[in-house]
């Protein structure tokens, strides 16, 4: 069975760090894009960062631009979000996601991610 397991979330004040990984497990994800999509309460679940296969091109929302860097380690079958002067609109659910397809750029849209972890919760007080 493919899972996505994220970890490092937490509880931090505002201006803190955190850095959330994303282990793959029933296959590896090496040569795939993968992102990083949040969910705050009442709200849409929306894009943070995504790279893509090669680890050479990567991409974030406004948001997080300059805070947030995303990162892989093929040689650990894991992706990194980190989380630097956080705020408390950074407060969600995030969640990890891997394209299905080879060699895959990076993007935006959700509709393009096939694989889904279940969550870590990032809470900011401000």
């Known amino acids: 069975q493919v899972q996505l397991v994220e970890s490092g979330g937490g509880l931090v004040q505002a201006g803190g760090s955190l850095r959330l990984s994303c282990a793959s497990s029933?296959?590896?994800?090496?040569?795939?894009?993968m992102g990083w999509f949040r969910q705050a309460p009442g709200k849409e679940r929306e894009f943070v960062a995504a790279?893509?296969?090669?680890?050479?091109?990567?991409d974030y929302a406004d948001s997080v631009k300059g805070r947030f860097t995303i990162s892989r380690d093929n040689a650990k079958n894991t992706v990194y979000l980190q989380m630097n002067n956080l705020k408390p609109e950074d407060t969600a659910l995030y969640y990890c996601s891997a394209k299905g397809t080879i060699l895959s750029g990076d993007s935006r849209s959700q509709r393009d991610y096939d694989y889904w972890g279940q969550g870590t919760q990032v809470t900011v007080s401000s």
């Open positions: 029933g296959r590896t994800f090496n040569g795939n894009a």
């Open positions: 790279i893509d296969w090669s680890g050479r091109s990567t």
